[in-house]
């Protein structure tokens, strides 16, 4: 069982930034791949990025290649998203979540899951 707490989110401007942090519990915390989600009012739950258990491989979606970028510390049990540049498109519910072996990028695909923090962004 892996228990998730996401932190950071908040009301910001457009251009910029905010790093979310996802502390997990349990000290099986490596062995999971990790993905961050978003979703705004009315629409589905997207991927936005993910990690695998080692830290040596991220994957993000299109829409924020090159301006987000996900971490992991194995030591602290946390898992970071950095979010740089942001845009009222942006503006949604972010959420952690942590699964076994390999990475994906399907949120049902995810077996635990954070409460989620909201991002804000006004232009």
């Known amino acids: 069982q892996v228990q998730l707490v996401e932190s950071g989110g908040g009301l910001v401007q457009a251009g910029d930034s905010l790093r979310l942090s996802c502390a997990a519990s349990g000290r099986t915390f490596r062995i999971f791949v990790m993905g961050w989600f978003r979703q705004a009012p009315g629409k589905e739950r997207e991927f936005a990025a993910a990690i695998s258990s080692s830290g040596s491989s991220a994957y993000y979606a299109d829409s924020v290649k090159g301006r987000f970028t996900i971490s992991r510390d194995n030591a602290k049990n946390t898992v970071y998203l950095q979010m740089n540049s942001l845009q009222p498109d942006d503006t949604a519910v972010y959420y952690c979540?942590?699964?076994?072996?390999?990475?994906?990028?399907?949120?049902?695909?995810?077996?635990?899951w954070g409460q989620g923090t909201q991002v804000t962004v006004s232009s």
């Open positions: 979540a942590a699964r076994r072996l390999i990475v994906t990028t399907k949120p049902n695909e995810y077996e635990y």
